[in-house]
């Protein structure tokens, strides 16, 4: 059974560096896309930007200036730094395992989601 | 590649059949264009994939179909369960992804 689980703290003060951890089991992290999306309160989703289990990365060009990703194969995680944060950045911060082959991409595991508020 | 979500909102009544559009922005291969669905307080779920595949334990009432820009999520004979948000999701584009903002499902 594959599962993803977020984690890191659920409130960041304005202009810090947010930083969250997705921890995966019953899965090797070394195959797939592993992505992290968000959800701003009642809003729709938003693809951050994903980490190849070899450590290439693609992010979200509006995004981008401000994503770190990395993966720690060794330890079956892989997490996300988004820097000088501000109120627009309060989501719910989901974790997803991508694959793709030639017939298709998807999203078919997701973790449960963890929020985090940016306020002072 | 911008995906365009309509209705923003559709009310109908269990029983009756849904349809659910997407529009992409661009030209996306059919099977590359994904729907989710997402119940409150829980992650989307993965509904459809490769254009008419249904992800695992989802009823055959689901079904998709489109090309080119105009993408549709049919559920047919709507079950109380089925009442959620939907989501579609494009790959290969620039991002090589996006998602629509969606429609919500609710009952009439």
């Known amino acids: 059974q594959v599962q993803l689980q977020e984690s890191g703290p659920g409130l960041v003060k304005p202009s810090e560096t947010l930083s969250l951890t997705c921890t995966v089991s019953?899965?090797?992290?070394?195959?797939?896309?592993w992505n992290w999306i968000r959800q701003a309160p009642g809003k729709g989703l938003e693809w951050i930007g994903y980490?190849?289990?070899?450590?290439?990365?693609y992010y979200n060009p509006s995004l981008k200036s401000r994503v770190t990703m990395s993966v720690a194969t060794s330890k079956d995680h892989f997490s996300l730094k988004l820097s000088s944060v501000t109120a627009a950045d309060t989501a719910m911060y989901y974790c997803?395992?991508?694959?793709?082959?030639?017939?298709?991409?998807?999203?078919?595991?997701w973790g449960q989601g963890t929020l985090v508020t940016v306020s002072s | 590649i911008v995906l365009t979500q309509s209705p923003g909102t559709l009310s109908l009544s269990p029983g009756e059949r849904a349809t659910l559009s997407c529009r992409a922005s661009?030209?996306?291969?059919?099977?590359?264009v994904i729907w989710y669905q997402q119940k409150p307080g829980q992650a989307p779920r993965l509904l459809l994939y490769?254009?008419?595949s249904r992800a695992t334990g989802i009823p055959d009432r689901f079904s998709g179909s489109g090309s080119g820009t105009d993408f549709t999520l049919t559920i047919s004979g709507l079950e109380p369960e089925d009442f959620a948000m939907y989501y579609c999701?494009?790959?290969?584009?620039?991002?090589?992804?996006?998602f629509g903002q969606g429609t919500r499902l609710e009952v009439k």
């Open positions: 980490i190849y289990y070899s450590g290439d990365t």
């Open positions: 997803a395992r991508g694959y793709c082959s030639g017939e298709s991409c998807f999203f078919a595991y």
């Open positions: 999701q494009q790959f290969g584009g620039s991002p090589p992804n996006t």
């Open positions: 019953g899965d090797s992290i070394t195959e797939y896309y």
């Open positions: 490769g254009a008419s």
């Open positions: 661009q030209s996306v291969t059919s099977n590359f």
